[in-house]
């Protein structure tokens, strides 16, 4: 929200209050409070008829310092409120001198100017990070009400990313973002999932404490400063200290939440019905049998919306017409090793008969005057569950679990955007601040279900909308993109945005959901697809089954389902670090190489976990330029060597785009090709690429369940190459990529392999010497 007319001049309306100078000093154990008068005091009458604003720092966390900002502080605080995981471990300490007031928390200090300007420095390491200087923070009277604003300065060429899923460029400098979900698609400015954080290139992140709509000018108003502004009197932020974004996203997630571990089985391939298509048992059925006769791997099977009779979303039960034996079809299904998901969302239309349940019973949002709140966008008379009422919870919960008994495995969580504010809540919240915090309470609710009865480490949903808290409830996906190479991109970079916003897995709709993709777009966005951590097949009016794009997507699907299976050991290991450190799976390039400037505005290709690259081909011709940071890169199908820094522009097959090894890296993939849960351990090859003299890398590999499997750490010194297996006692082998001879291997029996030495190691084999030529 922009609130001024060019860098001199207010916007007309607008009257604020500025800090002027801090007048006061506070200090407690825990906290440091400074008050600053809106004028400067000179004498007792300069104290009359002006604001004084109250600027309070603690710390929840060490190298975190919340700051928060009350003009009035006398309003009834009716919440919902972000859940924030206090660390006893954070010890704060005050000092002062004659100069400044200082606040520390770790490594990170704020440092409030104790002369005649406003200025309060955010420093660590022996740098300052940011810094808030005159007339950036103010109290704001406008025609639209009451606000507070602070802005934090960039430094020169500070990139910042984040806030939640957008699908516009990944870096946010220049760009005016609102916090407020929207049911939008993604080819505009709105979001499914808002996120009020962002983490910056300068080795820090901001969390603005609030979850309501919160308004940023990232370089954007001012354009070397990120703005960002809340109606009402209280403004809260949390400055997190880094110093590289790898770990200013373990805090944070810390703070927030951090995702849960999805199943293994959720990693392969989801096939969907589709939106508006029509199907029956017979019709899924032939589906899934000619999927195992083209020996496509296949793991979980989505019913959409139309499982449930028209005018009746939601109520929950099948259309006994189309489904006339829900259980034995799921049974059958079942039988075929397929796991099931059912599409619902948080509305219950007028048709269904949980309406006048739900009425009666006080479970459904309504007006202030005791009227249900009720429209006809989407369903018919529409109604929505209120789930600020633990009863209603326990309702909608309850509904839920008769089909869990019936055998589903999964729930695709679907809308949750459009909540209207002038209502009244169960618990009292404020109406604009529930309007994005919805969406958690609704998630929460089916993934805990989920998680009570299925058992810890088995619940998984397929979520559109969220919120910061919202990555504890794995998976979210990208929500309704357009069939076309465009909005491929735009998928792309709302799923990095959103990796950059704390959540950890993400998918979207291979092939677009809007419109039939033409088969060149269809098939390029499978790699992309089966390269992401979650993967599904979905659409809006057609199927989206392969063989109806052409026997060259049926091959390419076949190819990619089953080199991610093989790369499960790899990519679940990934998945066991987002769900313990909150890292994501998908990574933008800044975040893993942000050393590299190169890499700041790179929202083309990404790093799936540490060590893979993958730049997705976005033109039917299949020409692709990508960027490769420094080292011998090598291809993971052929084995072709690229070597980097520096642009590389190429030509793609219609099955083909770069998928890269990082150097130095090692590799785990698994002995199975044909399902995503196995034995990791059993069988399993390291891929050893481009190891230095001097190197060392532990590869864990863990059980299907997410618990330690095995460990191997890999050496080299000098011309021989030592790898040690602690754990799982099973068959391993080890492939030395680009080695094509060498002079010994003490344990183990080095086979004939394309692409490298390959040594084989019984599982009683617990230590492999290889010496080099």
Same mark, same amino acid.
């Given at each position: ?46 104290? /009359? ?19 928060? =900002? ?9 919440? *919902?409120?972000?859940?924030?995981? +206090? ?12 100069? &400044?007031?200082?606040?520390? +928390? ?63 460029? /990944? ?16 080819? &505009? ?21 609030? *979850?309501?709509? %919160? ?14 502004? =809340? ?13 590289? $974004? ?22 392969? /391939?989801?096939?969907?019905? &589709? ?26 099977? !989505? ?10 979303? @939601? ?25 099931? @998901? ?164 993400? &998918? ?8 039939? *993709? ?19 097949? !979905?659409?809006?009016? +057609? ?10 997507? %049926? ?27 909150? =890292? ?14 190169? @890499? ?37 199908? +052929? ?59 532990? %590869?864990?590999? $863990? ?48 086979? $004939? ?21």
């Amino acid at each position: 929200m922009k609130f001024t007319d060019g860098y001199w001049r207010l916007r007309p309306g607008v009257e604020p209050q500025y800090p002027v100078h801090v007048r006061d000093v506070e200090v407690k154990a825990d906290r440091l409070t400074v008050y600053a008068p809106a004028k400067r005091v000179t004498h007792r009458g300069d104290t /009359l008829n002006m604001p004084l604003l109250t600027v309070r720092c603690t710390a929840p966390a060490p190298d975190v310092i919340a700051v928060r =900002v009350t003009r009035y502080a006398g309003g009834v605080d009716r919440g *919902p409120h972000f859940r924030i995981e +206090s660390d006893p471990a954070a010890s704060p300490k005050v000092t002062r001198d004659e100069e &400044s007031a200082t606040f520390t +928390s770790g490594e990170l200090s704020a440092r409030f100017a104790l002369g005649d300007e406003w200025r309060l420095e955010f420093t660590a390491a022996g740098r300052v990070l940011t810094t808030s200087p005159r007339k950036a923070l103010a109290a704001l009277s406008t025609d639209d009400g009451h606000f507070l604003r602070e802005q934090l300065e960039l430094g020169v060429g500070e990139t910042v990313y984040g806030l939640g899923e957008r699908f516009g460029p /990944l870096v946010k400098n220049g760009q005016t973002v609102d916090v407020w979900n929207a049911d939008g698609g993604t080819s &505009s400015e709105q979001a499914y999932k808002n996120v009020p954080f962002y983490v910056t290139s300068g080795g820090y992140g901001v969390f603005v404490n609030d *979850p309501g709509p %919160v308004s940023f000018e990232v370089g954007s108003e001012a354009v070397s400063r990120v703005q960002f502004s =809340v109606p009402g009197q209280v403004l809260e932020y949390l400055v997190i200290y880094g110093p590289t $974004p790898k770990e200013v996203l373990r805090k944070y997630t810390a703070l927030t939440g951090r995702p849960a571990l999805p199943p293994a089985w959720s990693f392969g /391939l989801w096939l969907s019905t &589709s939106f508006t298509t029509n199907y029956d048992e017979a019709t899924v059925t032939s589906i899934v049998d000619e999927m195992a006769e083209r020996d496509l791997p296949l793991s979980v099977f !989505h019913f959409d919306t139309f499982w449930m009779r028209e005018f009746h979303w @939601c109520d929950f039960e099948w259309d006994p017409e189309t489904f006339p034996d829900p259980a034995g079809m799921i049974a059958r299904l079942k039988a075929k090793g397929l796991r099931i @998901c059912l599409w619902i969302n948080p509305y219950i239309a007028q048709r269904s008969k949980l309406f006048a349940e739900g009425a009666a019973a006080g479970y459904l949002v309504t007006y202030p005057n005791g009227d249900v709140w009720q429209w006809d966008l989407w369903q018919a008379g529409m109604a929505l569950v209120d789930f600020t009422n633990p009863q209603a919870r326990a309702w909608y919960q309850s509904k839920l679990k008769a089909l869990l008994d019936l055998g589903v495995d999964a729930f695709k969580t679907d809308f949750g955007e459009r909540i209207p504010t002038d209502v009244a809540w169960y618990d009292g919240s404020d109406p604009a601040r529930m309007h994005n915090y919805y969406t958690h309470l609704y998630n929460e609710a089916v993934f805990e279900l989920l998680r009570e009865h299925r058992g810890d480490g088995e619940a998984v949903l397929f979520a559109r909308s969220a919120t910061a808290g919202g990555q504890q409830f794995p998976v979210h996906w990208g929500g309704d993109s357009e069939s076309t190479f465009p909005s491929m991109a735009e998928s792309l970079r709302g799923g990095l945005s959103l990796s950059m916003s704390g959540f950890g897995f993400w &998918s979207h709709d291979i092939g677009g959901f809007e419109g039939t *993709p033409d088969p060149a777009v269809f098939t390029r966005w499978i790699p992309f697809g089966l390269l992401s951590s979650h993967s599904r097949l !979905h659409g809006s009016g +057609s199927y989206r089954v392969p063989w109806l794009f052409g026997e060259e997507a %049926v091959a390419v699907l076949g190819e990619y389902t089953r080199l991610k299976a093989r790369l499960m050991p790899y990519l679940y290991g990934a998945a066991v670090t987002a769900h313990r450190e909150g =890292v994501p799976v998908m990574r933008p390039m800044a975040l893993e190489f942000p050393d590299d400037p190169a @890499c700041a505005h790179l929202d083309r290709q990404y790093m799936l976990g540490d060590s893979i690259l993958v730049a997705p081909v976005f033109s039917a011709a299949g020409d692709v330029a990508f960027y490769l940071p420094a080292g011998r890169w090598t291809d993971l199908r +052929s084995g072709e060597v690229l070597t980097g820094p520096g642009w590389v522009r190429r030509r793609y097959g219609i099955g083909d785009l770069p998928v890269l090894a990082r150097p130095g890296s090692v590799i785990a993939l698994g002995a199975h090709d044909d399902r995503p849960a196995y034995d990791y351990a059993d069988g399993v090859t390291l891929r050893a690429y481009e190891l230095q003299d001097g190197a060392s890398v532990t %590869v864990e590999v $863990p059980t299907p369940q997410g618990r330690p499997g095995a460990t191997f750490t890999v050496r080299r010194s000098a011309t021989v190459v030592e790898v040690r297996r602690g754990g799982s006692a099973a068959p391993w082998r080890v492939r030395l990529a680009g080695v094509d001879t060498v002079a010994a291997v003490d344990a183990g029996r080095p086979a $004939p392999s394309a692409g490298g030495v390959l040594i084989e190691a019984d599982a009683d084999i617990e230590q492999v010497i290889v010496h080099l030529h």
